[in-house]
């Protein structure tokens, strides 16, 4: 059988697609794989745009591991099984009145494999999802469920609401663990830590069958899209997105104008104005997935076809106003199928980094389609998230999927080198552990960590091996 991930450019032959609907057959899993020499990897949506799912011998889906455990709407704390996806967390919530303190504009992922490669959304107030991560349950290759948590107390002790979804097994038992505790059992040893490694954790610090999240009071936000002559905008950016809850841009290359998006988080109760049905059908579905696909697929065929997409694209690509629940607003169908890269930078290269990686595409002469995309995002703690440790510029560049990405990703990545640019672990890069290991203080630690709770390898694949240095 065959698997590929959402672009289509990964493909694997996985001897077996396990789909476990509870943690002990998860558990069962990963100790039968270990017993037999067998290797696993976990996959919620396929949404990564690397190999790092790919195997040969055992796939776990998670999509049988799916909905609410439990929410705390006093403290925010909202535990979810690994499986759920994203686009039903808003709806899981609404009984509690809670939401996600922040999302990007897709909404496919799993939230397991979300906090597993560092998603994030933009704004430098707000953390990508694995910042905001309070709690994990992880059931490791001999057989054990373990439970690692924050150290951060919840500011309220009043107990959570539990929801009966699903009867859980016991085989291999449950340990319970805090972000400092040592680890004691699988051979680990030392005082690393599982949470910390683990809130980033590639999918090889064990598979996650629980996220607890600490969420916010349910809002509404305000989305004004601008069109805007690049050179102001490049000189103002920073300064206006310190002020502004979300804020990022699209800038198709060899353009001399860029697309604004900015988001208002509204006071409660504030009256919204919702798109328009026929501002989501024309703008959001005709044009800008119909008629923009078609553009991608005649442009691949006729590159000289590019230019005049990219001036038209460029034109017309900010939408009306509006208003409405926050994950409405945040999120836009991406039915045209790219392939992607995304790296972060310190924040105070963005004005340089920027106007980098532009003239290396137009240098290139590759004739590419897809506006570059630049978010911000606030520093977090976790070991290797991108943002760890430091604000971040996110400069992410798109190619459809139908072309050749490699002549793009060769042209940009030295730019994004020369930043201490760390790549976003679910995009499309070519960096390995030499190279990693300089750009995240914690990286030893990490392996450290990796290698207590799964000495045997059971959950690596040949590329999470090349990102962490292990050989095999």
Not at 44 to 70: E, I, K, N, Q, R
Request: some cysteine; proline content about 6%; overall charge neutral.
């Amino acid at each position: 059988m065959t698997w590929r991930n959402w672009s289509g450019a990964v493909r694997c032959n996985p001897a077996e697609i396990a789909k476990p609907g509870t943690e002990a057959e998860v558990a069962e899993i990963l100790v039968r794989a270990a017993a037999e020499g067998r290797t696993v990897r976990p996959v919620g949506a396929g949404h990564s745009f690397t190999p790092l799912v790919a195997t040969d011998d055992v796939l776990v889906s998670l999509d049988g591991l799916s909905g609410v455990v439990a929410a705390n709407p006093f403290t925010g704390d909202v535990t979810l099984w690994g499986g759920t996806r994203i686009r039903d967390i808003a709806q899981l919530l609404a009984p509690w009145g809670l939401a996600l303190p922040n999302m990007g504009d897709i909404d496919a992922q799993s939230i397991a494999g979300a906090v597993s490669t560092g998603t994030h959304g933009t704004g430098l107030g707000y953390t990508g999802y694995s910042g905001i991560v309070t709690g994990l349950k992880l059931a490791l290759p001999d057989g054990s469920l373990v439970e690692a948590h924050s150290l951060v107390e919840p500011a309220s002790s009043t107990s959570s609401v539990e929801t009966p979804r699903r009867s859980d097994g016991k085989q291999g038992g449950s340990r319970g663990f805090d972000a400092a505790a040592p680890l004691a059992s699988s051979g680990a040893a030392g005082s690393t830590s599982v949470f910390e490694a683990a809130r980033v954790g590639l999918g090889v610090m064990g598979i996650i069958t629980r996220v607890t999240l600490r969420c916010v009071p349910a809002f509404a936000l305000e989305c004004t899209e601008t069109t805007e002559p690049v050179d102001a905008l490049l000189e103002s950016y920073l300064e206006r997105s310190r002020r502004a809850d979300h804020l990022e841009f699209f800038w198709f290359p060899g353009t001399r104008r860029a697309t604004v998006k900015e988001l208002r988080r509204l006071p409660p109760l504030s009256p919204t104005r919702p798109m328009s049905r026929l501002d989501r059908l024309v703008k959001r579905e005709l044009l800008g997935n119909v008629a923009f696909g078609a553009m991608d697929a005649a442009a691949a065929k006729v590159p000289a076809l590019a230019r005049p997409v990219r001036q038209v694209a460029s034109r017309f690509m900010a939408g009306a106003t509006f208003s409405d629940a926050s994950h409405r607003v945040y999120v836009a169908p991406r039915r045209v199928r790219f392939r992607e890269t995304e790296y972060a930078m310190p924040v105070e290269a963005f004005g340089e980094v920027v106007r980098e990686v532009e003239r290396a595409i137009v240098a290139s002469g590759e004739q590419i389609t897809f506006p570059m995309e630049v978010r911000t995002a606030a520093a977090d703690d976790t070991w290797l998230g991108t943002a760890s440790g430091r604000e971040s510029v996110y400069v992410a560049v798109h190619r459809y999927h139908r072309e050749r990405f490699e002549p793009l990703l060769t042209a940009v990545e030295p730019v994004f080198r020369a930043h201490e640019g760390r790549p976003h672990w679910g995009k499309e890069h070519s960096l390995t552990a030499d190279r990693l290991a300089g750009l995240y203080p914690r990286f030893d630690d990490f392996r450290a960590a990796r290698a207590a709770v799964d000495p045997d390898g059971v959950l690596l694949n040949p590329h999470t091996r090349a990102l962490l240095g292990i050989e095999g």
